[in-house]
Every structure is written in structure tokens, then in C-alpha cells.
């Protein structure tokens, strides 16, 4: 069964940086479009950043965009997001979600998510 | 950015009843909407797609209509473990991929 699991959240301080790392499993990862999306405490959920299976094409939102960087590694069935310049609005929880196929953007299967909180 | 409105914000109900939701798009977005349910330290999991579709594993008390701009959630039964927060999601017009808000339907 799909199985996604993202780690490396945590306490960081305002202008600082983290990388988030999702780790797939129970599918042809090289196959699927990839996505991270984030959700605020208490709040909605926000779509952060997609990728496209080779890479060729990527996506941020754009209150993210210059500050966060998606790659992944098809070979190690992993995904990451760089996260610098880190403010206090970017405190959530981050999911990794896998993009329906060919549907250019439903999120058929999501991780736990990993938090991470931005606090001086 | 195409901004999806939910309504009610809360929506209280016994098991047994059913459940309409809404989701009106700020723009057309044609069919290309989906709705997600989210449990307490839960992720979000995919119930409808393409505003009618069920995904797989989702029971048949779950159903979506619409199109255009105004779209609808029922649960034609609520059970106990339905009462939730579900979303909907549109992705005619992308980037970005757009959520509503969210309606609670919690248990009365």
C-alpha cells in the first residue's frame, strides 16, 4: 500500500532554515507528480509546492516562492523541501501528497505530515 | 487564484441524518473540483474527484454534484466516524491549487 512519511520538522528560529524529507513506498514514486502542501495551526490547508515526475517542472506558491526549494530523488524514492528565510507565518504542519495520475493536481494520498514551528 | 467559499462553517447533526455541503468558486472552474475529509491528527484523505467521482475506498454514502461554480458534499447517512472537517480543493486553475475553509460537521 502507499505509504508516505515525512520527517525533519522541527523548532527553528526566525531567518533560519530547514529541509523536510518524505520518504514514498508501496508505489512507482518515479511515476507520480509530487506535491508538498502545509497547514497552519488551526487553520485551512494551503498548497506549498509540486513537482513534476523527472523534476522538469516545478511549482511554488507564492508566498513561498525564492525561499523554498522542492527536489526529489526518484532513485531513493524520496522528496524534499529546503526551507530558508523562515518566518513566523510559516509555522504548520507539512505534508508530502502524491498527485492523482493524470489528474494535474487532486492529492490521493498524504504523509502524517512533520511540524514545524518558527519561534525566536 | 480562484478562491473556494464553504458553507456552513459548522454543521450539526445526529448519526443517521444527512449531510449537504457547499463550496461556491470565486470563477469557473468546470468539474475539476475534488473534497477531502479530516480527522482529528489526521492528514487530509481524498473522497470525491472531478465533483463526482468517488475515490477509491470511499463508501457510497458519499456523493458530490455540481459544476461551474457552486458544488455540493452529501452524506446521505451520517455514521459515527463521518463526523469530521471536509475541504474542498479546485485545480482547474493552476498554480496555485486552491482549498476552501473548511466545514466541521460535528456531531450534535
Known amino acids: 500500500q502507499v505509504h508516505l512519511v515525512e520527517s525533519g520538522g522541527g523548532l527553528v528560529k526566525p531567518g533560519g532554515s530547514l529541509r523536510l524529507s518524505c520518504a514514498a513506498s508501496?508505489?512507482?514514486?518515479?511515476?507520480?507528480?509530487m506535491s508538498w502542501l502545509r497547514q497552519g495551526p488551526g487553520t485551512g490547508l494551503e498548497w506549498v509546492s509540486y513537482i513534476s515526475a523527472s523534476s522538469a517542472t516545478i511549482y511554488y506558491a507564492d508566498s513561498v516562492k525564492g525561499r523554498f526549494t522542492i527536489s526529489r530523488d526518484n532513485a531513493n524514492n524520496s522528496l524534499h523541501l529546503q526551507l530558508t528565510s523562515l518566518r513566523a507565518e510559516d509555522t504548520a504542519v507539512y505534508f508530502c501528497?502524491?498527485?492523482?495520475?493524470?489528474?494535474?493536481?487532486?492529492?490521493?494520498?498524504w504523509g502524517q505530515g512533520t511540524q514545524v514551528t518558527v519561534s525566536s | 487564484e480562484v478562491v473556494l467559499t464553504q458553507s456552513p462553517a459548522t454543521l450539526s447533526l445526529s448519526p443517521g441524518e444527512r449531510a449537504t455541503l457547499s463550496c461556491r468558486a470565486s470563477q469557473n472552474v468546470r468539474g475539476y473540483l475534488a473534497w477531502y475529509q479530516q480527522k482529528p491528527g489526521q492528514s487530509p484523505r481524498l473522497l470525491i474527484y472531478d465533483a463526482s467521482n468517488r475515490a477509491t475506498g470511499i463508501p457510497a454514502r458519499f456523493s458530490g454534484s455540481g459544476s461551474g461554480t457552486d458544488f455540493t458534499l452529501t452524506i446521505s447517512s451520517l455514521e459515527p466516524e463521518d463526523f469530521a472537517v471536509y475541504y474542498c480543493q479546485q485545480r482547474n486553475n493552476w498554480p496555485p491549487w486552491t482549498f476552501g475553509q473548511g466545514t466541521k460537521v460535528e456531531m450534535k
Open positions: 501528497a502524491r498527485v492523482r495520475r493524470y489528474s494535474s493536481g487532486y492529492f490521493d494520498y
Open positions: 508501496g508505489f512507482t514514486f518515479s511515476d507520480y507528480y
